[in-house]
């Protein structure tokens, strides 16, 4: 028996989200009386340090035809590691890509699959998890019945301690055809050098009340001086001022970061849809009556044109 | 070519989520149903790919005979007919079943749905299904167009998205923006009454998670607020009493 954690990478790295699996899955695993196993799927780095984050041992499968997320091909190898591991749970963070892929790994094992797991699993009376649903609206304690289960935690839900603890690597050679390639990635495109949405720990987003995709640059220098990443109102991704995998709310991404500042959106109930796990909203809105502020930690009524150069002064002089 | 798109039948996006029955039922007193919006952008396409290339289109929904209205408009937007397979949709796998379970009877090209859906906010049926066909399973897809028997796909990924490609049949999850929202006309709503609706009893029915309770997130405390012409404390405050920077 063993808890299998599946780590997801980002050109060869351990994504944040994915090491907070990790940790996760170690203490799943303590709590089990069992040993937790991380999953890296091609080629990557510093596997041995896994072992700060509770991994006891690492699988590796360096085929660098997994270096790009290929749905079936990772479902197809993530089961022959859970067979292999004899995994009674398997972990992962919850992503684009590994929503789709856990639910192949579901299908495949006939494992029961609980998403957006935001706290341990309850083992008192079986195994029950607490799930965030209806768009963090609400909460389901959610029993995993099957034999084999699978959790997809959101992101922000486990303090992660590190230690200098080093995994042992075995690697691990799965059984993939030419049908788990079957769909071709025909090519890429990706924002460099800026903070992923998902993945971030701070958020600034700004809403229709920027007027234009000319005034983003407010937005893009307070988040620069905060290290955090842009976010928009659905809108603004709509009237093309602002990239899709912006988007924040009920049809977008949905971000739990420490701290999501919100500039010039209303605060729409689907807008809050996407925010309401955030630690800390602050809310700068001209409008007073706004909805947003009824859902935020801190306030500022004003121009956004006014307040954010202040707010970048600020943060330059004090970071 | 024959398309399938799997509705599911969900509370407005507005709603006010309560629960009734000692926390283990959503209360739908005055709730309004809707097709899940990603569910939504999945028809809208599969209408144009219908315009486009002449397809048979069905709709499917796993639900109670409470969904009949949600099926109808999307009878009313372009579907040709509807299945709607008799159970209360309450674990992932089971749904997946179900649907794979038709497929394997109609041999469908394309099977759409969305993403995921509003109330579980899952986004494993696509998944499972996929598996249980062994045929690939893509999300989320942006964009789909056809040449032939190859789909041309673009899915969102992490800052960016991804292009692909595919031989038919495929299972797709889909999101915005890969069609504009449709609104049923006059003629479409008069012919949806008449077009078919068949009802079938659930197949294998076994279910691997059950939701025992729910509950309702800690109200929110009062929001504190700054003059703007103090704007610059905020930094202060966020790094010395929210701990957050
Ligand atoms: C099915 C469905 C799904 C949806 N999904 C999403 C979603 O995922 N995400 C999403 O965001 N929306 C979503 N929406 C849309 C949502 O209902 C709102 O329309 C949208 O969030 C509004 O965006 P906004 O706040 O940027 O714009 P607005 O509502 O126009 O608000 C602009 C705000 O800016 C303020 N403002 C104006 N000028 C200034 C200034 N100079 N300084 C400071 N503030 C200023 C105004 O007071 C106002 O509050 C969805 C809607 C539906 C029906």
């Given at each position: 028996?063993?808890?299998?954690?599946?780590v997801?990478?980002?050109?060869?790295?351990?994504?944040?989200?994915?090491?907070?699996?990790v940790?996760?899955?170690?203490?799943?695993?303590?709590?089990?009386?069992?040993?937790?196993t991380a999953l890296v799927?091609?080629?990557a780095?510093?596997l041995e340090g896994l072992g700060?984050?509770?991994a006891n041992k690492v699988l590796h499968?360096?085929?660098?035809?997994?270096?790009?997320?290929?749905?079936?091909?990772?479902?197809?190898?993530?089961?022959?590691?859970?067979?292999?591991?004899?995994?009674?749970?398997?972990?992962?963070?919850?992503?684009?890509?590994?929503?789709?892929?856990?639910?192949?790994?579901?299908?495949?094992?006939?494992?029961?699959?609980?998403?957006?797991?935001?706290?341990?699993?309850?083992?008192?009376?079986?195994?029950?998890?607490?799930?965030?649903?209806?768009?963090?609206?609400?909460?389901?304690?959610?029993?995993?019945?099957?034999?084999?289960?699978?959790?997809?935690?959101?992101?922000?839900?486990?303090?992660?301690?590190?230690?200098?603890?080093?995994a042992s690597v075995e690697?691990?050679?799965?059984?993939?055809?030419?049908?788990?390639?079957?769909?071709?990635?025909?090519?890429?495109?990706?924002?460099?050098?800026?903070?992923?949405?998902?993945?971030?720990?701070?958020?600034?987003?700004?809403?229709?009340?920027?007027?234009?995709?000319?005034?983003?640059?407010?937005?893009?220098?307070?988040?620069?001086?905060?290290?955090?990443?842009?976010?928009?109102?659905?809108?603004?991704?709509?009237?093309?001022?602002?990239?899709?995998?912006?988007?924040?709310?009920?049809?977008?991404?949905?971000?739990?970061?420490?701290?999501?500042?919100?500039?010039?959106?209303?605060?729409?109930?689907?807008?809050?849809?996407?925010?309401?796990?955030?630690?800390?909203?602050?809310?700068?809105?001209?409008?007073?009556?706004?909805?947003?502020?009824?859902?935020?930690?801190?306030?500022?009524?004003?121009?956004?044109?006014?307040?954010?150069?202040?707010?970048?002064?600020?943060?330059?002089?004090?970071? | 070519?024959?398309?399938?798109?799997?509705?599911?039948?969900?509370?407005?996006?507005?709603?006010?989520?309560?629960?009734?029955?000692?926390?283990?039922?959503?209360?739908?007193?005055?709730?309004?149903?809707?097709?899940?919006?990603?569910?939504?952008?999945?028809?809208?396409?599969?209408?144009?790919?219908?315009?486009?290339?002449?397809?048979?289109?069905?709709?499917?929904?796993?639900?109670?005979?409470?969904?009949?209205?949600?099926?109808?408009?999307?009878?009313?937007?372009?579907?040709?007919?509807?299945?709607?397979?008799?159970?209360?949709?309450?674990?992932?796998?089971?749904?997946?079943?179900?649907?794979?379970?038709?497929?394997?009877?109609?041999?469908?090209?394309?099977?759409?749905?969305?993403?995921?859906?509003?109330?579980?906010?899952?986004?494993?049926?696509?998944?499972?299904?996929?598996?249980?066909?062994?045929?690939?399973?893509?999300?989320?897809?942006?964009?789909?167009?056809?040449?032939?028997?190859?789909?041309?796909?673009?899915?969102?990924?992490?800052?960016?998205?991804?292009?692909?490609?595919?031989?038919?049949?495929?299972?797709?999850?889909?999101?915005?923006?890969?069609?504009?929202?449709?609104?049923?006309?006059?003629?479409?709503?008069?012919?949806?009454?008449?077009?078919?609706?068949?009802?079938?009893?659930?197949?294998?029915?076994?279910?691997?998670?059950?939701?025992?309770?729910?509950?309702?997130?800690?109200?929110?405390?009062?929001?504190?607020?700054?003059?703007?012409?103090?704007?610059?404390?905020?930094?202060?405050?966020?790094?010395?009493?929210?701990?957050?920077?």
């Amino acid at each position: 028996m063993s808890v299998l954690i599946f780590v997801e990478t980002a050109e060869g790295k351990a994504k944040s989200s994915s090491l907070e699996a990790v940790a996760y899955g170690a203490k799943v695993a303590e709590m089990l009386g069992t040993s937790a196993t991380a999953l890296v799927l091609g080629d990557a780095q510093d596997l041995e340090g896994l072992g700060g984050y509770g991994a006891n041992k690492v699988l590796h499968v360096a085929d660098s035809r997994l270096n790009a997320g290929v749905i079936q091909a990772y479902g197809n190898v993530i089961a022959q590691a859970v067979e292999k591991e004899n995994a009674q749970v398997l972990v992962v963070a919850k992503s684009a890509l590994a929503d789709t892929v856990a639910a192949r790994v579901a299908g495949k094992l006939k494992a029961g699959l609980a998403s957006n797991v935001v706290a341990l699993p309850d083992l008192s009376n079986g195994f029950v998890v607490r799930r965030s649903i209806y768009t963090g609206k609400a909460f389901a304690n959610t029993a995993v019945t099957s034999d084999k289960k699978i959790l997809a935690i959101k992101k922000n839900i486990y303090t992660v301690t590190v230690t200098d603890a080093k995994a042992s690597v075995e690697s691990f050679n799965a059984n993939l055809s030419d049908a788990d390639f079957g769909v071709s990635i025909t090519s890429t495109e990706k924002a460099t050098g800026t903070v992923s949405l998902p993945e971030a720990n701070l958020v600034v987003s700004g809403g229709r009340g920027l007027k234009g995709p000319e005034n983003w640059g407010v937005i893009e220098d307070l988040a620069k001086a905060l290290g955090a990443a842009t976010g928009c109102s659905k809108p603004v991704s709509d009237l093309h001022w602002r990239p899709h995998h912006e988007h924040v709310g009920q049809t977008g991404v949905k971000v739990s970061p420490n701290l999501y500042i919100a500039v010039g959106i209303s605060g729409a109930i689907q807008h809050l849809a996407g925010v309401n796990s955030s630690k800390c909203i602050v809310v700068i809105n001209s409008d007073p009556e706004a909805p947003f502020f009824q859902a935020a930690d801190y306030g500022i009524v004003g121009d956004a044109f006014q307040i954010l150069p202040k707010l970048i002064e600020a943060a330059k002089a004090k970071l | 070519m024959k398309i399938l798109v799997c509705i599911t039948h969900v509370p407005d996006t507005t709603t006010k989520i309560k629960f009734t029955n000692g926390d283990t039922q959503l209360d739908a007193n005055g709730v309004q149903f809707i097709a899940g919006p990603y569910d939504d952008y999945a028809l809208s396409r599969a209408i144009e790919l219908k315009e486009q290339f002449g397809a048979s289109l069905t709709v499917l929904n796993v639900g109670t005979a409470e969904t009949e209205p949600t099926i109808r408009k999307a009878l009313a937007l372009g579907a040709d007919d509807a299945i709607r397979i008799d159970a209360e949709p309450t674990d992932a796998y089971f749904v997946a079943e179900q649907i794979a379970h038709i497929c394997k009877q109609n041999n469908y090209d394309l099977i759409l749905m969305g993403r995921e859906s509003i109330d579980f906010n899952g986004g494993q049926v696509h998944g499972i299904v996929g598996e249980m066909l062994g045929v690939p399973s893509l999300s989320p897809i942006m964009k789909l167009d056809l040449e032939g028997n190859v789909a041309k796909m673009a899915r969102e990924i992490e800052g960016g998205k991804e292009y692909l490609e595919a031989k038919l049949p495929l299972v797709l999850g889909c999101q915005e923006p890969i069609a504009e929202w449709k609104i049923p006309n006059m003629r479409g709503i008069m012919s949806a009454r008449t077009k078919p609706l068949q009802v079938i009893t659930p197949a294998n029915p076994q279910e691997l998670t059950k939701s025992v309770r729910f509950e309702l997130p800690p109200a929110k405390g009062a929001c504190k607020m700054i003059p703007a012409d103090q704007a610059d404390t905020l930094i202060d405050l966020l790094k010395n009493e929210a701990k957050v920077l």
